[in-house]
């Protein structure tokens, strides 16, 4: 694991060719800045692969992250977890190839990418397929532009772990797409494509229930998480499901 406290260089800090398998966390920022991350290849981590706290003015390019811890609490298993952070720039920057996806998030046991009272932050030509949860959470994140990106969540997974049937991924009312929960507002949702087998491509606020893959059914969930706020605007994106009025009848992806 690659932690930095306190690194605050304005001329940059960089953390690129990083390789690891099943090794815990990948990189953590605690209240640091200006740090590029490119061309991290981090599969099957056993929590988080990158966790950004009360940090800014992060880039990231040309990685594939991936993250597979069954059984674990929220947030020990996510592409990438950011709290208390501004200014990231997750592709969208001139390192990142022109028409292709520059990072990937992809068959996480956990969300794809989730911020958490977090603002201004890109997030351009990304894949989350988190088979277990959900791809993008916006939770009470603000001026966050999400384009030219994908979700794909085919719904929770049933396993066998020490002689019982149990779920892979959280116990959440957020699996699907995208989430925009508890007064998320003035975000830019443009040029996607989302889709979930179970939950819903695009939501305000969680599902309310819980898809139990052992028991083949939805559970109640409470409390459920609470809708987004004002502002935010969707165009030219495609989806089957969504508890959005704005956004009915849906626009299915071709």
Known sequence: MIVLVDVNNPAGTAISNVTANEDGRGVELDSSSYV??????????????????????VTLA???????????????????????????????????????????FD????????????HDVTID???????????????????????????QASGPICITL?????????YSDMQGGLFLVNGSHDNAIHDDQFAADKGFD???????????????????????????????????VCYAATDIASLEPAQPCR
């Open 62 to 104: 040309n990685s594939k992250l991936k993250a597979t811890a069954d059984g674990q609490v929220p947030h020990n298993s996510d592409g990438l977890y950011a709290v208390d952070s501004a200014y990231l720039s997750i592709g969208g920057v001139p390192a990142c190839p022109k028409s292709q996806a520059c990072n990937s």
């Open 36 to 57: 590029n991350l490119d061309q991290l290849d981090f599969n099957k981590m056993t929590g988080n692969t990158l966790f950004f706290n009360r940090s800014s003015h």
């Open 107 to 118: 068959y996480d046991s956990g969300w794809g990418v989730y911020l958490q009272d977090t």
């Open 162 to 170: 020490n002689g019982q049937k149990t779920h892979t991924g959280y």
């Open 202 to 236: 695009i939501a305000s606020g969680g599902n309310g229930s819980f898809f139990d893959p052992c028991a083949h059914a939805n559970q109640p969930f409470s409390p459920a998480e609470a809708p987004m706020g004002s502002g935010n605007t969707f165009t030219n």
């Open 125 to 151: 030509h990304a894949s989350a397929n988190a088979d277990d949860t959900g791809g993008y959470v916006l939770d009470n994140a603000w001026n966050v532009d999400l384009g030219n990106s994908n979700a």
